[in-house]
């Protein structure tokens, strides 16, 4: 099974500045590698999918880059409702697994 | 708009099986490249996958739950079920019901509210 881990396990920042959060996978997994934000009693919310699209209605301050191991979400100038829990998530053989997350918090 | 929406019992006593049910509205799983699955996620933790069903009736299951899971699709109610056996303690979470689409490579792009499921004696 192709294990996730993320980094860092937070991120304390201030609105307007940028966030850079990192997804490694431990083995390829193409850039079949998916983004998702889930703030306190919501349900996660697809942000970013193929390691680079944006899902529907995604503001464009949200990107993804990467391939293979190695992945990366940004948010370029944090909006005070970005501060959330941020999970990626891999698809390899129909199958799923998720990261144990990134809390992007106020500093 | 696509909503989904899980019902089913909050409570279960170890050992018992779990019905889950997912209604939703705005798409069919009659149409080619769509399916629905189920996500959960125990309390403070990272979610967790757990199976799918697609419109051509294809399954997928957790490697690790697959032996206790079924899930099945009854597409003139716009239905979902999730059956687990054998509950546990430690299978307690919030049970989620997702859509997903070939246009978003498969992933969980609309997800329902949740339902809490507790597992104990």
């Known amino acids: 099974e192709i294990v996730l881990t993320q980094s860092p396990a937070t991120l304390s920042l201030s609105p307007g500045e940028r966030a850079t959060l990192s997804c490694r996978a431990s083995q390829s997994v193409s850039n079949y590698l998916a983004w998702y934000q889930q703030k306190p009693g919501q349900a996660p919310r697809l942000l970013i999918y193929d390691a680079s699209n944006r899902a529907t209605g995604i503001p464009a301050r949200f990107s993804g880059s990467g391939s293979g191991t190695d992945f990366t979400l940004t948010i370029s100038s944090l909006e005070p409702e970005d501060f959330a829990v941020y999970y990626c998530?891999?698809?390899?053989?129909?199958?799923?697994?998720f990261g144990p997350g990134t809390k992007v918090d106020i500093k | 708009q696509i909503t989904l929406k899980e019902s089913g019992p909050t409570l279960v006593k170890p050992t018992q099986t779990l019905t889950l049910t997912c209604s939703f509205s705005g798409f069919s799983l009659t149409t080619s490249g769509v399916g629905v699955g189920w996500v959960r996620q125990p309390p403070g933790k990272a979610p967790e996958f757990v199976g799918y069903i697609y419109w051509d009736d294809d399954k997928r299951y957790s490697s690790s739950l697959k032996s206790r899971l079924t899930i099945t699709k009854d597409t003139s109610k716009n239905q979902v079920v999730l059956i687990m056996t054998n509950m546990d303690p430690v299978d307690t979470a919030t049970y989620y019901c997702?859509?997903?689409?070939?246009?978003?490579?498969?992933?969980?792009?609309?997800w329902g509210q949740g339902t809490t499921v507790t597992v104990s004696s």
């Open positions: 998530q891999q698809r390899s053989d129909w199958l799923f697994t």
């Open positions: 997702v859509h997903a689409s070939r246009s978003s490579a498969w992933n969980m792009d609309v």
